[in-house]
């Protein structure tokens, strides 16, 4: 399973670059990117100006991790760390309509390296690849900004939990692990090529009870990034923005289908079982379907009920230990629950907010026939979507209750009756 979050994670990053670096003389048509030599002059078309301006930048970023689990807590301080990352992007320039509808974004990849200090350096030292993406949230001048940024990706190179080697670390159980971040900064842009960046940032570490413990790692810090501009910008007048009109919406219903495919682990009684632990490397396969019907009434955003199907094959699970008489050794069994008792029904409400090559969708829902009786049935879930034409679209995402606590990170695919995306209506 975390080699498909690995894949999806690389063709989210890949296809949405792919699309953004895209140029095409119609689309900027359509668009409305004009200049005007005087204002008795007709209007005329330019075909070579581009959608996005590329970018480089290094950020470095020093702080401390929240005392959020036990293995933290017990040492009674906060282990400090420091960060540097390297990232490529493209970014908007001001040329289409959905530049300031969307509050100029941007989006690219990274590399993240991490060094934790003291004692929880035990903890590895951790390399991260993620995509990233970020918007303006207000603009004081043309040269500053307050915006803010999030992260999506997988770490590598982590120590984790091991009974003989590792054992108080229950902090996390695998050695990768998904990267999600959220960042708020200020932005000067100080020349045509340089910006600096100003903020802080959120982030955390866990796999989604792929492996447990999953305790997980939240970092908090400030940082400093300086900005680059590979393109040099050409000297002519950009549109209007008043000019750059979004084009004809129609408000509609759009019907989507998603199935989920997922695997996770849990714990295990070790009470009367004999079992040594109660960590046990074994993956349940957890399966997914839903509907939902989404009111779309503007390009930005979208909502409506959903109603969930799962099935979860840990429910009812056991685990003990068990003497093979052909050879004396103890082995681990495992038993499970009956088929009927592994299928959960969900109803509740879901939220999408629409972007340039991508959507963030949240779901609130409540279990009306609820399988798990060890968890509450209220959960959320929130996912990274990406469309695959107009109407095919792909997912990353996690399932949670409590608002914290994971139950798996899972992939998806869906389709969309009508076309749920309409990129060459909007986006062109």
């Known amino acids: 399973m975390s080699r498909l979050y690995f894949l999806l994670i690389t063709l989210l990053s890949l296809c949405p670059l792919c699309d953004y670096a895209r140029t095409d003389s119609t689309a900027l048509s359509q668009n409305l990117q004009r200049e005007r030599s005087d204002e008795d002059s007709p209007i005329r078309i330019r075909s070579d100006i581009r959608k996005t301006d590329r970018f480089i930048a290094m950020n470095s970023g020093f702080g401390e991790a929240l005392l959020t689990n036990e293995y933290l807590r017990e040492r009674n301080s906060m282990p400090s760390y420091i960060a540097g990352t390297f990232k490529f992007g493209m970014r908007a320039n001001g040329n289409q309509w959905t530049d300031y509808a969307y509050g100029m974004p941007y989006i690219g990849v990274g590399v993240y390296s991490l060094n934790i200090f003291g004692k929880e350096s035990r903890m590895g030292t951790p390399v991260s690849i993620y995509l990233f993406s970020g918007s303006r949230i207000k603009t004081f001048s043309q040269r500053m900004w307050w915006a803010y940024e999030w ?19 229950v902090t996390l159980g695998s050695s990768v692990n998904a990267h999600i971040a959220l960042a708020s900064y200020i932005a000067w842009e100080i020349s045509r090529r340089w910006t600096f960046n100003f903020g802080v940032q959120l982030t955390h570490f866990s796999n ?22 590979l393109d040099k910008r050409k000297e002519f007048k950009k549109p209007d923005p008043s000019e750059l009109v979004p084009p004809p919406f129609r408000k509609r219903i759009d019907y989507d289908i998603t199935a989920t495919v997922s695997s996770h682990q849990i714990t295990f009684d070790t009470v009367g079982t004999g079992l040594p632990t109660e960590f046990l490397n074994k993956k349940f396969t ?49 038993s499970y629950g009956s088929v009927g008792s592994r299928f959960s029904l969900g109803l509740g409400m879901k939220g999408e907010v629409v972007l340039p090559y991508y959507s963030v969708t949240g779901q609130l829902g409540f279990d009306v026939i609820h399988a798990d009786d060890m968890l509450p049935r209220l959960y959320q879930v929130i996912a990274l979507k990406l469309p695959f034409g107009d109407c095919l679209y792909g997912a990353v995402g996690i399932r949670a209750t409590n ?5 798996c990170i899972y992939a998806s695919i869906g389709y969309a009756i009508p076309q749920i995306f ?7």
């Open 151 to 169: 992260n999506l990706g997988m770490s590598f190179n982590w120590n984790p939990y091991d009974p003989f080697d590792n054992p108080y670390n």
């Open 208 to 229: 989604g009870a792929q492996k447990l413990p999953n305790k997980g790692l939240n970092l908090y810090s400030g940082f400093f990034q300086a900005d680059f501009l």
């Open 286 to 334: 957890v399966l997914g379907m839903t509907f939902s019907p989404m009111y779309v009434p503007t390009y930005k955003y979208k909502f409506g009920p959903f109603i969930d199907f799962l099935y979860d094959e840990s429910i009812g699970a056991k685990a003990y230990m068990r003497r093979n008489p052909a050879d004396g050794h103890d082995y681990i069994r495992y």
């Open 403 to 407: 608002f914290s606590r994971a139950q």
């Open 422 to 428: 309409h990129r060459r209506q909007y986006l062109e």
